[in-house]
Nanobody
Framework: VQLQACGGGLVQAGGSLRLSCTNS????????VGWFRQAPGKEREFVAA????????NYADSVKGRFTISRDSAKNTVYLQMNSLEPEDTASYYC?????????????????WGQGTLVTVSS
């Protein structure tokens, strides 16, 4: 597994960004994939996760209704559409592959991590 996350940038409050996470090494696993974020001086926190087929999703309360996670299995890519961004969303965002098929919300439930992509939301 080799994860590549991209799509971060600088956006004004109320704006949108779409993050992408691609597994450049095709695998036959059915693991869930999640997004986490970490702001300076804060612990890494769960944002969203999706099952292999996309039928199961989970979101942090802080992003419900604003963020949408989806996946294109044919492209080995998971997306995080972020709308109505707030300055509090500023962080480095990381994608990760879970240990199994379950959609989990804790970092220890994930085995492979991509590099972070920085999202900065200005007020």
């Amino acid at each position: 597994v080799q994860l590549q996350a991209c799509g971060g940038g600088l956006v004004q409050a109320g704006g949108s960004l779409r993050l992408s996470c691609t597994n450049s090494r095709r695998t036959s696993s059915n693991n869930a994939v999640g997004w986490f974020r970490q702001a300076p001086g804060k612990e890494r926190e769960f944002v969203a996760a999706i099952s292999w087929r996309g039928e199961s999703k989970n979101y942090a309360d802080s992003v419900k209704g604003r963020f949408t996670i989806s996946r294109d299995s044919a492209k080995n890519t998971v997306y995080l559409q972020m709308n109505s961004l707030e300055p509090e969303d500023t962080a480095s965002y990381y994608c990760a592959v879970a240990l199994g098929s379950a959609v989990v919300t804790t970092a220890r439930g994930y085995r492979y991590w991509g590099q972070g992509t920085l999202v900065t939301v200005s007020s």
